[in-house]
């Protein structure tokens, strides 16, 4: 078996409607990266839970050990953010209009003490969830409103992947 890596930020992601989350250019968002700008998903708000939907399909070589991976970034040099991961893992025959979450699994990270530095969180999926070729429709989101989040800036995520064993 070998690790593999998908990224599951594609084109049917989709901030939600509070007008705080969004995509924008890291030249924007960082004030930094002019040499090789790119989008980054920008969390602004230090005190709602506020995310992006979307949905990606399980790849047909899966076989387990499920991580989500977050990539993000901020301007502050301190204090700690919450990642949740809402999801339902679809099959072939069952409802896309699900009416619960099938899981939420959580994160908290800490900022590097050096402002712009990429940061990297795992959020352990339960690996039974998912099957080859189910459609996973996901939220995605940073908790401002967890207590345990004390991130005083925005969140930029620069990646969100899913990481699991191939057969």
Known sequence: MATRILSIINAFTNPDVNGDTYFEPSSIALNANDRYPHHVITFASQ???RGIYGKFRVPNDYVGSADLIIEWTTTATSGDVVFDFDYTAIAVGESLDPSADQE????TDTADATARDRNAATIAITDA?????DEVQFYFVRDAADAADTLAASAYVIGLYLQYADA
């Open 129 to 133: 969830n998912l099957v080859a070729g």
């Open 104 to 107: 939420t699994a959580s994160v």
């Open 47 to 49: 005190a709602a839970r």
